[in-house]
C-alpha cells in the first residue's frame, strides 16, 4: 500500500512523462516542417518512450491500489528551430526529468517504500541512457560543424530508429 505522499507524487511523474511525450510529438513537428523527417521520426519514437514511461507509472499506482490523477497537460513551447537546438532542448529537458525521477526516490527512500523505490531505480537507469542519447547526439553535430550534408546524413541516420517497447500500453494498464 502506497502513501498518499508516494502516490501523489508519482502522479506529478506521470504528468511529466506525458507532458514529455507531448514535447517530443511538438519537436517532431517541427522538425517536419523543416523537412527533417528522419530526425522526426526519432522524435515520434521518443513520444512513445515518454507515454510508456507515464503508463508504466500508471499501471504501477493500480496495481498498488491507489489511484491515477490525470491533470492537465500544458502545451509545450518549442522555441529552437535548428537540429542542434532541438537536441539542446532534448538534452536540458532530460535533464529535468532526471531530476524529478531523483526526487521521487528520495521521497521512496525516506519513507523507507522499497517496491516505489524498485520501480523508480529502473527509471534513474533509463534516465543515463536518455541524457546520454541527446549528449551523443550533440556531439556529433558538433563533430559535423555547420556543413548541410553531415546533417542530411545524420537526419537519415537518426531515421531508421525504431520503438523498443510495446506501443500497445494495454497490457501495462492492466497488469
Known amino acids: 500500500m502506497l502513501s498518499q505522499k508516494i502516490a501523489d507524487r508519482i502522479n506529478v511523474q506521470i504528468n ?3 507532458f514529455s511525450a507531448y514535447l517530443y510529438m511538438a519537436m517532431s513537428a517541427k522538425m517536419a516542417q523543416h523537412g527533417y523527417n528522419g530526425i522526426a521520426s526519432w522524435l515520434m519514437v521518443q513520444y512513445h518512450e515518454e507515454m510508456f514511461h507515464a503508463m508504466k ?4 499506482l493500480i496495481d498498488q491500489g491507489a489511484a491515477p490523477r490525470l491533470d492537465k497537460i500544458d502545451a509545450p513551447a518549442v522555441k529552437a528551430s535548428t537540429v ?3 537536441f539542446e532542448a532534448t538534452l536540458e529537458h532530460e ?7 531523483r526526487e521521487l526516490l528520495e521521497l521512496a527512500l ?3 517504500d522499497y517496491a ?3 520501480l523508480v531505480r529502473w527509471y534513474v537507469n533509463e534516465q543515463v541512457e536518455e541524457e546520454k542519447n541527446a549528449m551523443d547526439i550533440l556531439q556529433t553535430l558538433e563533430l559535423l560543424g555547420d556543413g548541410k ?3 542530411f546524413m545524420l537526419n537519415i541516420e537518426l531515421g531508421k530508429r525504431k520503438p523498443s517497447i510495446a506501443l500497445d500500453f494495454t497490457s501495462i494498464a492492466a497488469s
Open 116 to 118: 516505489t523505490e524498485n
Open 95 to 101: 535533464k529535468f526529468i532526471t531530476g524529478s525521477i
Open 16 to 18: 511529466r512523462e506525458m
Open 149 to 151: 550534408q553531415g546533417v
Open 110 to 112: 525516506t519513507e523507507k
Open 57 to 60: 507509472l500508471y499501471g504501477y
Open 84 to 86: 542542434k537546438e532541438i
